[in-house]
Structures are given as C-alpha cells and as structure tokens.
C-alpha cells in the first residue's frame, strides 16, 4: 500500500419537540472520549442511544435511529470483507454529504480498514494520484460521479471495485448486494471491532494549500481521541445534541466536528449534500453544536444581512439589526 507519510431562508423557525437525552453533566462526556478506538465509542455509543435519530436529511425523507445505523454498519462491514476488504486496507469514498457516507465510513474502520474521502471537485488526474498514492482497491461512490471515476482509471487506473450507493450502474457494486451479500455471511463481526487498536490508522487526510501534490497525513484513532479529550476539558460538552455535515468530508473539519464527535458524544447528525442550502437547513437541524471554515461565516453572515435588508417592514427590520 503506498502512501505518502508525513437557497432561501424560512420566514419562522418552526417549534419543534426533540426527544434527544441530554447528559446530566459534561462528566459523562469526558468518559465517553476514553474509548480506545472509535469503533469501541460507536458501539458504546450506539447501546446508549439505539432508539434516538442518529443520521437525517434536513426534510426527514431519510431517519436512520442509531439502532439500525449499527445494523447497517454490521451487513456493510461483512459484504466488504467479503468483497476481500482486510485489516489494513484503505478504501476511498467519494460521495457527498449523505446518510451513506456514514455508513459506509463506520463500517470500514469497523473492520480496521482506513476510510479516506475524496473532494467532490476532484478532476480525474487528481483522483487517479490519489489511488496510486494510497493504493485503495474499492471505492465507494454514487452515480453522479461514475463519469469522473472512469476518467481517472482511463488516467492512470484505479480500484478494480467500484461500490454504488444510489442503485445499480454499469461496472460497479450496489450498496444493497453489498449488504445481502454480508447478512448471509458468518462473518465475525464483534471479533472484527474488537481487534480495532488506538494506533490503527482511522484516516488518510490529503492536505490542500501545500506544494506539491497532496500529502496523505494519517491520523490513527489515538490522534483524534486525543483531540477529543482536550477539547472537552475546555469546552462544556455534553452528550446527544445536534450537528450539521455540510462541509467537505475529505476535510478534517467535517470529519472531527460531524463524523467523529457523533460516533463518542451521539450527536443527531443532519447530512445537507449541498452546502449551499446549509442555511435552509438549519431551521429543521436546530444545532446544538455549530463549526464553520471563516469564509463559510462570512458568507452566512451577508446572507442573513441581505435578508433582513430586503424585509418591507421596517419596524421589524430594525428590531433585528438592533439584535
């Protein structure tokens, strides 16, 4: 395996109930950031929470309970091990900001496999120096960027198995084969996510805004743990609150702040597959949790000025700049 080392906004908020069980005191927190690996947090996570909304989409045409996020997660890691998927393997995903992302990701380091995420406006020469650089041999992916997909492998080759999660395509896998496949299988599961170590590498992070080509950083569970546990030393965090994945997943900032802290903290997790609707989607997400790039608040802040400048009535106007 080589690897380098080194839209428009809602006029009210609509009242909305939530059955989330917030933690008594951070405490519970602190405790949850000492699991030694993220698949051991998932499952802990998952055996506090089964019956809570883990994974949504912003109109709630998809709700996946933290009960059935584990079910899939065990089908999804079983098919790819028996696609040939072993401890150690990286496996890329290139997919936007939805419910499968999740899945499929968890599952794979369930398996002890590393899970790295492609940009979405990755051009195909890009994309074929990123499987030679990592040397994955399955990709997980939807349709809208098969074409993209096939260009990278006429570039310089690429996986041999490609994994669709929105329906069958020429030349690839669907997600849902993938998982009949696993739950047929006795595949061992439990001893699968057990055998998961601190220093097995949890992800590939390819670095922007550097020379050269991108730089394959890996952080192992350990590194992000770790992160976690000094975070919540500072930061009054507490357990089952909201979150919004919006960002690029191949950045860490998405990863960490949606990804990660759901799998130790059993975040509700709102997946907008289109960043630019990431404001309407708040009203229904209603975060607990809020992290953004500078430019993502600089654009979010003109946005809701442009909005209350253009509202007819200046009384209510005025009480909002003032606000």
């Known amino acids: 395996m080589a690897r380098s080392r080194v839209s428009a906004w809602p006029r009210s908020f609509p009242r909305m109930e939530t059955t989330l069980k917030l933690a008594a005191s951070p405490e519970d927190a602190v405790r949850a950031t000492r699991a030694p690996t993220f698949a051991h947090a998932f499952q802990a996570t998952v055996e506090r929470f089964a019956e809570e909304i883990a994974l949504r989409t912003p109109d709630d045409s998809v709700q996946i309970t933290f009960g059935e996020y584990a079910a899939r997660v065990r089908t999804i890691a079983a098919g790819l091990a028996a696609l040939g998927v072993r401890r150690g393997d990286t496996i890329a995903l290139l997919l936007v900001n939805r419910p499968e992302f999740f899945l499929c990701d968890t599952a794979a380091l369930h398996l002890g496999a590393t899970p790295f995420s492609i940009y979405a406006t990755s051009s195909p020469e890009q994309i074929a120096y990123l499987f030679a650089n990592a040397g994955n041999d399955v990709v997980i992916t939807e349709r809208a960027f098969l074409p993209r997909l096939r260009e990278a492998a006429e570039a310089g080759g690429g996986p041999s198995r490609v994994i669709c999660v929105d329906g069958p395509a020429d030349g690839t896998i669907d997600l849902a084969d993938v998982e009949t496949e696993g739950a047929g299988t006795d595949f061992d599961f439990e001893a699968s996510w057990q055998a998961t170590r601190p220093d097995d590498l949890l992800t590939l992070i390819y670095t922007s805004g550097t020379t050269g080509p991108p730089k394959g950083v890996e952080l192992t569970h350990e590194n992000v743990l770790a992160q976690w546990r ?14 919004v994945s ?3 997943t191949a950045h860490i900032a998405d990863r960490a702040m949606a990804h990660y802290a759901q799998m ?12 630019r609707e990431v404001m309407a989607a708040l009203p229904s997400a209603r975060p607990t949790t809020w992290g953004a790039v500078p430019r993502v608040a600089e654009k979010l802040k003109a946005g809701l000025e442009a909005l209350i400048a253009a509202d007819p009535d200046a009384e209510r106007r005025a009480a909002v700049e003032k606000a």
């Open 230 to 243: 000094g975070l919540v030393e500072m930061l009054p965090m507490r357990m089952g609150g909201r979150a």
């Open 246 to 248: 919006y960002l690029p």
């Open 264 to 275: 130790v903290f059993g975040n509700q997790l709102t997946c907008v597959a289109d960043p």
